[in-house]
């Protein structure tokens, strides 16, 4: 069943404390004051607060990957991919960002009580289940997270997932760390190995072919899953119907669309994916 997403937001500043680099990205810790807290799976629209002019234009979203109440600091794993997000990854300690959120819809961690929690990445898409890791861990929740990429630079946030004690298992499609091939592969075989297949709930993030896939593996050992979609973002509250893509089973024409950020970026992926 789809949610709405939390209705409130803020608009505020956020310094940066330390530029971290990781791989082919880099973490982007933030020290701000932010009402009310993000939660595992919401996202913040960002853009640098020194800007030339009117660039850049829009702003861009970034998953929250951590979340220190006591401390007020915020986490951003980012990429650089693009110009904004290279100007981003640049950043170095005392410069600011303009930031509106948290925004959209977080996962639904409550669906993981009393459950096998199984957590899949893909590249970059463990940026907001380094948040629900450690969420679900302070939960005593049992959680195994599987972390793919195409080679060792994609294999994003290992030291943070150590830290946080959890159990991970890696996967290169080139074999140059851990499991070779797709990681959905390693966790299929971790599913028929696993004696209460039954009572396991997914949580993920990727692309959308590993999107795909994660929903053959929901439909042929019935558990529920859910994903984070990724969707290029001009509002990032839900006016602009840019990020909007199709509904698996609408019921009418007004259900034919859903915002990627407003009703997700989380959905269960039933919801969205007809063809499995």
Known sequence: MLRDAPARESHYTAEVVENIPDGSAVH????????????PGQFLHVTPRRRIGSDPLL???????????????????IAPVGRVSRLLSGMEPGD????????????????????NAVLIAGGIGVAPLLFLTRTLLQREIDTTVFVGGAGSED?????????????????????SVGHEGLVTDMVDRFLQQTQR???????????????????????????????SFEAHMACGVGACMGCSIARAHPQGKEDCYLRVCREGPVFALKEVIQHG
Not at 165 to 175: Q, R, V
Not at 199 to 227: E, H, K, Q
């Open 59 to 77: 702003r861009r979203p970034f998953s929250v990957s951590d979340w220190d109440a006591d401390r007020g600091y915020l986490r951003l794993l």
């Open 96 to 115: 600011e960002l303009d930031i509106l959120g948290p925004l959209g819809t977080p996962f639904p961690s409550e669906a993981a009580e009393g459950k």
């Open 197 to 227: 297949v039954d009572n396991t709930v997914i949580f993920c993030c990727g692309p959308d072919g590993m999107l795909y896939a994660v929903t053959r593996l929901s439909r042929r050992y019935d558990i529920p899953a859910y994903g």
């Open 155 to 175: 294999l994003l946030a290992r030291p943070v997932f150590e830290q946080l004690g959890a159990s991970i298992h890696l996967c290169t499609e080139d074999g």
């Open 28 to 39: 982007l810790v933030l020290r701000a004051e932010t009402s009310p807290p993000p939660e």
